[in-house]
């Protein structure tokens, strides 16, 4: 039965949501299939079931430099790189948070970028890759001397998010972004391109979208910390597929039940998705995977309780923690730090706060922010051991959590 339950389930994805692609999707035999019942999630756990202890990196401490609005933050071996979206630059820190130097390239120059989109950092950190998507050019920086080695062209594509396998493939999140794809108009949700021309797209369709738009997460492609899996978490299909090359498979299925939303919502106009989203009532939605490695899946998802005219609120967040090494599960609302005094509250997610990568180089990561770190507890300052008094006018915090040993 079950195996039958679980080709049922790969069919109806196909048939519903994936009938144009399916030379495109390779699909396994079985799919493995996560039941996640909305309404069992516990209030909360302790960060102490999977981690023991945190190290704080205040950054940009000792240093005057501006910050603007936050996009992003990368940590490397040698630097932590922070996306600064209003100030258009890029800021480098060492490991222990000071300021060490910054790309601040925007304008009309020749060695300028006139967008300041996607970022990618070689694995050796000699060079700094920059989307430019009002110029349609991939421009490559000298790090850390900023100097321009060379600019490339760049395929004119709407999209949400972006991730690169192989320094010549490229991952990209549309979600329903009205584009021009082989020459085609299409809201595709998916694309794969690479800098030999080739372009593919997945789950094709075309939407009224009313020149309106909507993140359903902020970032929903995951890359592991080797750069060599990759896996994206579909918006309407509650499926998270491996990417596999210019490929993909389904890896798993999502099964909420009956608190799922219905499947065809995705081929209804956007105005008509949002109408929804803001009446959901006992409906989960977007499950995304943060995590995906040996020891640990992280899944988070929203699920809204009570129907309410804004799109999703942290307390509609859900978090699903699979511990392989103990053949656990973990659901709750909230994770609850039990280890230190700060920070009160640990999320694994992508889509409130800044955008990174919740797991480098064997620790789980946090970043706080601490304006909203601060509204959210009803605080006005904090006072962190080690570091002294926080305020909303500080810049980010990275918390670095060390995962549990097994025996």
Not at 272 to 288: R, S, V
Request: some cysteine.
């Amino acid at each position: 039965m079950k195996r039958n339950f679980i080709l049922f389930i790969i069919s109806l994805l196909i048939f519903c949501n994936c009938k144009n692609e399916r030379k495109e999707i390779s699909n396994y035999n079985e799919i493995e299939v996560i039941q996640i019942l909305p309404e069992t999630a516990d209030e909360y756990i302790n960060l102490s079931n999977f981690a023991d202890s945190i190290e704080i990196i205040q950054l940009n401490k000792d240093s005057k430099e501006l910050i603007g609005v936050v996009h992003r933050i990368i940590i490397r071996n040698k630097y932590i790189y922070l996306i600064d979206k209003t100030l258009k630059q890029i800021i480098l820190f060492d490991k222990e948070g000071n300021f060490v130097t910054k790309l601040s390239k925007y304008g009309d120059g020749p060695e300028c970028y006139s967008f300041l989109g996607p970022v990618f950092i070689d694995s050796l950190e000699s060079y700094i890759d920059i989307i430019d998507m009002k110029a349609n050019k991939i421009l490559r920086y000298s790090n850390p001397t900023f100097e321009l080695i060379k600019s490339n062209s760049f395929p004119d594509i709407s999209f949400n998010s972006c991730v690169r396998a192989q320094d010549s493939i490229y991952y990209i999140a549309t979600q329903q972004h009205e584009n021009i794809i082989n020459g085609k108009n299409t809201n595709t949700e998916f694309v794969i391109y690479t800098t030999d021309g080739f372009i593919n797209n997945f789950f094709d369709k075309k939407i009224d979208t009313k020149r309106n738009n909507y993140s359903a997460a902020t970032e929903s492609i995951l890359e592991s910390c080797d750069n060599e899996s990759f896996y994206y978490s579909s918006m309407f299909t509650n499926t998270i597929y491996s990417i596999d090359s210019i490929s993909l498979k389904p890896l798993y299925y999502i099964d909420f039940g009956n608190c799922r939303m219905p499947e065809d919502l995705g081929t209804q106009d956007i105005n008509e998705q949002i109408n929804y989203i803001h009446q959901m009532k006992g409906t989960a939605a977007f499950p995304i995977m943060t995590l995906n490695n040996k020891q640990y899946t992280f899944i988070t998802y929203f699920y809204k309780e009570k129907s309410n005219q804004s799109m999703f609120r942290t307390q509609d967040l859900r978090q699903f923690i699979i511990d392989k090494n103990n053949n656990r599960q973990y659901h709750t609302k909230k994770i609850i730090n039990d280890i230190c005094d700060f920070p009160k509250y640990i999320s694994f997610d992508t889509y409130f706060g800044c955008v990174h990568d919740i797991y480098y180089n064997k620790d789980f990561v946090e970043v706080i922010i601490p304006s909203i770190y601060l509204e959210s507890i009803g605080e006005e300052s904090v006072i962190i051991d080690g570091i002294g008094e926080i305020t909303s006018e500080d810049d980010p915090i990275v918390v670095l959590m060390k995962p549990k040993k097994r025996l």
